[in-house]
C-alpha cells in the first residue's frame, strides 16, 4: 500500500497566530485514517490546505505523486480529491438528484456547443448523469427522497447527501470534516456503516472527528494534532496510549494517573 | 505654480477624504455597499444651503446642521432598509440592491421637487478673505475645508481609539458574532455607524458645495463615483488608505486638469481605479482583505 | 397579414421594439445573476453597443448583421477589461468597477466630438424591426433556458448557493465569472444597437446609473430562478409606464420603489418558479 496523500511540513500563520506548524503525515491508498486532537489544534486548517481553500505558507502536498500545493481549489476535484464540511454546505434550491448531478461536474466534458444543439453525445452523457446520481443516492439511502428539495431535508439526510455528492466525480481521497458532529449514538453507527462500504469501494478516507468511539471503531490509522504540530501518529491502540497524546487531551495529571487504555464501544 | 496647484489639489482631496471616510466606516462596520451614501451627501448639502439661504444662519451653525441632518437620515435609511434585510440574513446581494431601489428613488423625488438646476451659496457665507503662504494663495473657504477635515479626522481618530464607542465600532466590524458575546450592544453600534458616516457624508456635502459652488441634487451620484475610486485606490474598509487615496485623487485631478486637459480630470478617478485593480488590489496601502473562495 | 393587425402593430412598433429590447436587456442581467455575480455594467455595455452600431451605420456601409455583431463585441471587450482583474476578487469589486465604468464612457460620450457630445447622435439608420429584435431575444433565451437545464446550469445554480461547496466540487468559479459577464455585456451591447437603430437617435444621459438600476429592476421583479422571470419583469414595467401614461413621468420613483419592495417582501420575485437542472429526472 501506497501514499495516496503526502503532507510534508505544511505550515500556515494567520496574522501571527500559528495555526499549522510543519506538519507532516501520509495517508495509505485504500484506508481510513483519522485526523484527531483538541479543538483549535488546526485540524480543519489543514483540510482547507489540502483542498486548496486557503494558501500555504511553507511545506509539500504530493497527492498521487503530483505535487498539488499550487492547484486553484477546482482543479484539486479533478485529480481526485473530494471533501465534506464541518457546517453541511447545501446547495439549498437544488433538488436531492440535481445535487449530486452537480457533483459529477469534474468528469462531464461534453462541449456548450453540444449542449446547445442537443447533440447525442451530450444527451447521453445526461442521461448517465442522472442514472449515475440515483445509483449513489441508493448507496446512501436517499433515492426515495431524489426530487425534494436539498434544503428541506433532516440534517443526518443531508450529510449523507454531502457525502453523495462528493463520491459523485469519483474521488480517490475523501476529506470528511467532522461527519459524525450532531449525531446520535444510532445515526453514527449508521454512519459507520456506510463509510465502511465507501472504503470498500476502494475510495481513500482522511477524516477528522471528535468522537473518539467512533473514530477508533472506524480507523486504521490516526494523527494527533495539538497546537498545530503533530504529536503522534499510528494506530488507534498506538495512540490511544501515548503519553503526549493522553497529556494533550487530558492534562499532565490526568495522564499520570491513567494506566490502561478505554475499551472500544460494542 | 505648482505649489498652488499641490494646495489646490489637497483642498480638493481633503473634501474626497471626508466623502469616503464615512462610506469606508459604514462598509467596514455594516458590511454593505451602501450606495444611499451619495444621498446623504447631498442632504447635507441642501439642508446647510437653507439654512443659509433661508434660516439666515451662519456656516459655522448651518454646516453641523446639515452633518446632524445627514446622519439622521443615515438612520433612517439603515433602519427602514438595512436592518430587517441584516435581521433576515439576506445574501449581501440583497443589501446593495435595496440600497441601488433605494437611491433611485431618492434622487427622483428629490428632482422632481426641486428641479435640476445649480444652487450656490449665497456671497457672503464665506469672508472673502485670503492668505498667502509663500507663493501658494490659500482662499477662506480652502482654509475653512482644510481645518474641517483635519478638525473631523483627528476627532475621528480619536473616537475610534479611544472611546469605548470607537471599541464597539471596531469590534462589530471584526466579528458582529463575537461583539454580540461580548455584551456590546450592536443595533445600538450600528445605528451610531451609520449616524457617523451619514454626518461624515453631509460634511462633504457641504465642503464640497462651498468648494465647488455648485449644489444639485445628482452631486451625490457624482461623487460615488470618486468615492468608490477612493476606497478602492486606498483599499476596501480600511480608514487609514481611503484619506491617503482621496488627498491623492484630489491631488491627481487637480494637476491632470492643470497640465493635461481639464476634461480629462473626471477620467482620473477611474482609470487610477482600473489601474489598483490589475496591479495592486489590496490598496495602495495592501491592507485591504480581497479574495474570494 | 389581416389589416388591423398589421395597423396594430404599426401603431405600437415603439413599444413593441422596447418590450424585445428591454427583454434582451433582462436576460443580459440574469445571466450575470445567475452566476451569482452583480454588475452593474449593463447600462455601460448597452451604451457601447449603441454608439459602435451608430457610429459603423452612419460612417461605414456595412451591413446590419454585421454591425450588430461588432455592437456586441466591442462591450464584451471592456467588459474583459474590468472583468479580468476582479476575478479573484470579492463581488463588491465588479459592482464598483462597473458603476465606475457606466460614469467614465459618458464623460467619454460628451466630450468626444465623434460621438456628438451632449447633443448626441442623431439620423441613424432605421434598419431594427420587430422580427430582428423577437427572433434574437428568442435565441437568447432558448440559449439560456438550455444552458439553465445542463451540467452548466447545475454549476451556474451550485455557485449561487455556495461558492465555497461549489469550489470544492470542481467548479471554475473564475472562468464561469468571467464567462457570464462577457455573455452579459454582449447581450447588452446588442439591445443598445437595436434601439439605436430604431429611436434613430442617441445621447449619452441614456446609459447612465438610472438605466442600470431599471434594468436591474427587471431581473429583482421578475425573479432569477429561471431566465423567463427578468423577461417577465422586463415586459411589465416596460409596458406598465406605457400603458398608464401619467405613470411615465415617474419612472424613476418606480423603478427605485418596486426594487426595494420586491427586496424586502418578494424575495423571490413575481415569478418564483426554478427551472429544473437535469432535463428529465428519471
Known sequence: ?266 | MFAQQMANGLVLGSTYALFALGFTLMFGVLKVLNLTYGFYFTAGALVALAGVRDLGLSLWLALPLGMLAAGVLAVVIDTLLLTPLRRARAPELASLMVTLGAVLLLYSLLSMALGTEIRRFPVGTVPSGAVMLGTVRLGAAQGLIIATTAVMLAGLWLLMSRTRLGLALRAVAENEDAARLMAIDVPRTVMLASLLSGVLAGAAGVLIGLNQNAIQPYMGEFMMLRGFAVIIIGGLGDVRGAVAAGLLLGVAEVMAAGYIDSMVKDGVAFTLMVLVLWLKPAGLLGRARVSRA | MPLWLEDFLWTYQTLIHSLGINGLLALSMYVVLAVGQLSLGQAAFMGLGAYTGALLSLHTGLPFALVLAASALVPALAALLIGLPTLRLTGVYLAIATIGLGEVLRVVYVNAGITGGALGLGGIPDRTEGWIILALLAAALAGCVLIGRSRFGRAMEAMRSDQTAAAVIGINLPAYHLGALLVSAALAGLAGALSAHSSTFIGPNEYAFETAVTILSFAILGGTGSPLGPVAGALVLTALPELLRPLHDFRGVFNGLIIVLVVLFLPRGLVPWRMPRLGKTP
Not at chain 1, 505550515?11 to 501520509?26: E, I, R, Y
Request: glycine share 10%.
Open chain 1, 1 to 266: 500500500m501506497s501514499a495516496l496523500l503526502r503532507v510534508s511540513h505544511l505550515s500556515k500563520h494567520f496574522h501571527g497566530l500559528t495555526a499549522v506548524a510543519g506538519v507532516s503525515f501520509s495517508v495509505r491508498a485504500g484506508t481510513v485514517h483519522g485526523l484527531i486532537g483538541p479543538n483549535g489544534a488546526g485540524k480543519t486548517t489543514l483540510f482547507n490546505l489540502i483542498s486548496g481553500l486557503v494558501p500555504l505558507d511553507g511545506g509539500e502536498i504530493v497527492f498521487d505523486g503530483r505535487d498539488i500545493a499550487r492547484r486553484p481549489v477546482h482543479a484539486r476535484a479533478g485529480l481526485g480529491i473530494a471533501r465534506t464540511f464541518q457546517n453541511i454546505r447545501m446547495f439549498e434550491d437544488m433538488s436531492v438528484l440535481e445535487t449530486v448531478a452537480a457533483g459529477a461536474h469534474p468528469g462531464l466534458s461534453a462541449p456548450l456547443w453540444h449542449c446547445l444543439l442537443g447533440l447525442p453525445r451530450y444527451r447521453a452523457e445526461e442521461r448517465a448523469v442522472a442514472a449515475a446520481a440515483l445509483d449513489l443516492l441508493t448507496f446512501v439511502g436517499l433515492a426515495e427522497r431524489a426530487r425534494e428539495r436539498a434544503g428541506d431535508l433532516a440534517y443526518g439526510e443531508q450529510r449523507r447527501l454531502e457525502i453523495a455528492r462528493g463520491l459523485a466525480a469519483r474521488p480517490r481521497l475523501l476529506l470528511l470534516d467532522e461527519p459524525a458532529a450532531g449525531m446520535n449514538p444510532h445515526e453514527t453507527a449508521d454512519l459507520a456503516r456506510l463509510l465502511r462500504r465507501v472504503r470498500a469501494c476502494g475510495v481513500t478516507l482522511l477524516l477528522v472527528e471528535h468522537d473518539m468511539g467512533f473514530v477508533m471503531e472506524i480507523c486504521e490509522r490516526l494523527t494527533v494534532l495539538n497546537f498545530g504540530r503533530r504529536i503522534a501518529d499510528g494506530t488507534p491502540a498506538e495512540v490511544r496510549a501515548d503519553p503526549a497524546v493522553i497529556e494533550a487531551y487530558l492534562g499532565t495529571r490526568a495522564a499520570a494517573r491513567l494506566s490502561r487504555p478505554r475499551q472500544p464501544r460494542p
